[in-house]
């Protein structure tokens, strides 16, 4: 084995938790515009059955590749991360305001998911508020990525850091637009849209309880 092979299995570790970031952040970011294009106006021809479960699809696999960006680390010897380093924010040597912006977001993220397998345990205005942090996730994770991230340079990551940036900004800001205007609704004595014509992932979900 040459001394250039050893540098590649050193870091292969390094490698793989730099390929499993990046798809997590992408499926986070793709489960992020599911969910608020659930509830904007553009949703109202879809079915209201595959685009929820896309949406918990997306999520659950973003958190296994969440999963799998932090194991990597675990063995990693081009870093060197501890487990306090890992978990704990600002602990990291290693730019550690970087690292603490992802810290922040895997704590965020394993509260929304388990919050929502627990949801029929919990009153409905806990579980609405808690996975409002999604879009929190969504922010500290894009810091996390382009502070701590090798690979943000590449020209084709960063086609899709455009469109994914432009899609969840585009969408909050119609999702907080469509919010105003129910509320505004409401408080007129209005009846709000049925779920046929304006899906609200919040409601959806609450029916279920």
């Known amino acids: 084995m040459t001394a250039g092979d050893v540098v590649v299995v050193d870091e292969i570790w390094w490698y793989v938790s730099r390929a499993a970031g990046i798809v997590a952040w992408v499926l986070l970011s793709a489960s992020v515009i599911a969910g608020l294009s659930l509830s904007t106006r553009g949703s109202r021809r879809l079915p209201t059955g595959w685009p929820i479960d896309l949406h918990r699809f997306l999520s659950t696999l973003a958190l296994v590749f969440l999963g799998v960006h932090i194991a990597a680390l675990v063995p990693d010897n081009f870093v060197e991360f501890s487990w306090a380093e890992l978990f704990v924010p600002l602990a990291s040597t290693w730019r550690p305001w970087a690292v603490a912006f992802g810290v922040v977001a895997f ?3 394993v509260a929304v998911e388990l919050t929502s397998v627990i949801r029929r345990q919990l009153p409905t205005r806990l579980w609405r508020a808690v996975h409002l942090l999604s879009f929190v996730v969504w922010l500290s994770s894009t810091i996390h990525l382009f502070l701590a991230g090798t690979d943000v340079a ?3 990551f960063r086609v899709v850091q455009v ?5 969840v900004s585009l969408l909050f800001v119609q999702r907080m637009l469509v919010g105003r205007a129910r509320r505004r609704t409401r408080s007129a004595g209005g009846v709000s849209l049925p779920i046929e014509e304006s899906v609200d992932v919040d409601e959806v979900y609450a029916g279920e309880r």
């Open 107 to 109: 704590w965020l993220v």
């Open 154 to 156: 590449s020209f084709a």
């Open 163 to 167: 469109v994914a940036i432009a899609a």
